[in-house]
T-cell receptor
Framework: DQQVKQNSPSLSVQEGRISILNCDYT??????FLWYKKYPAEGPTFLIS?????DKNEDGRFTVFLNKSAKHLSLHIVPSQPGDSAVYFC??????????FGAGTRLTVKP | DVKVTQSSRYLVKRTGEKVFLECVQD?????MFWYRQDPGLGLRLIYFSYDVKMKEKGDIPEGYSVSREKKERFSLILESASTNQTSMYLCASRAQHWGSYEQYFGPGTRLTVT
């Protein structure tokens, strides 16, 4: 039973344009949401997060949006750079318990 | 910076062998986790530990066991390796206090069982 879904396995965008990665979750009790970035042959690294009491969090080129009514999370990268090419995982958590991850979206930013 | 290290980057084992994957973190984190990553399935939780000598099953514990004798070290054990355990294994750690959600990952061990 997948509690976290990333329905797009891959995304390709041009350098300088916006990248939008999406994530849907099933349980309205989740209260903390994170995005991780993973390069080949490396472990995932934390990128940005948002708590359920907010609907937007911004950190430089990265913005995470949370739509609780739709149980939808998105990550916007503006402007996209070739170095952003990686696999992006969304993750959800409830009450400081263990985390659940989506299947990942492979982003390719073309020069 | 938090550092999580895993004993091997690449490992090749034969079916039926006992396999030990070691993970060490240097930030005095209470919580430690083992995941496996497979294409199309993302990261799936195998086992986790909230503290020394404590362990909890994750979503896919079958065929695995763990050991946490010291706070900094969390070992994943494949009692009798099988080909369907060929995967990327990732260890993570996290501080146990309210508001600390971020997990820090090691570089991963790519295990091939032949």
């Amino acid at each position: 039973d997948q509690q976290v879904k990333q329905n797009s396995p891959s995304l390709s965008v041009q350098e300088g344009r916006i990248s939008i990665l999406n994530c849907d979750y099933t349980n309205s009790m989740f209260d903390y949401f994170l995005w991780y970035k993973k390069y080949p042959a490396e472990g995932p690294t934390f990128l940005i997060s948002i708590s359920s009491i907010k609907d937007k969090n911004e950190d430089g080129r990265f913005t995470v949006f949370l739509n609780k009514s739709a149980k939808h999370l998105s990550l916007h990268i503006v402007p996209s750079q070739p170095g952003d090419s990686a696999v992006y995982f969304c993750a959800v958590q409830y009450n400081n318990n263990d985390m659940r991850f989506g299947a990942g979206t492979r982003l390719t930013v073309k020069p | 910076d938090v550092k999580v290290t895993q004993s091997s980057r690449y490992l090749v084992k034969r079916t039926g062998e006992k396999v030990f994957l070691e993970c060490v973190q240097d930030m005095d984190h209470e919580n430690m986790f083992w995941y496996r990553q497979d294409p199309g399935l993302g990261l799936r939780l195998i086992y986790f530990s909230y503290d020394v000598k404590m362990k909890e099953k994750g979503d896919i514990p079958e065929g695995y066991s763990v050991s946490r004798e010291k706070k900094e070290r969390f070992s994943l054990i494949l009692e009798s390796a099988s080909t369907n355990q060929t995967s990327m294994y990732l260890c993570a750690s996290r501080a146990q206090h309210w508001g600390s959600y971020e997990q820090y990952f090691g570089p991963g061990t790519r295990l091939t069982v032949t």
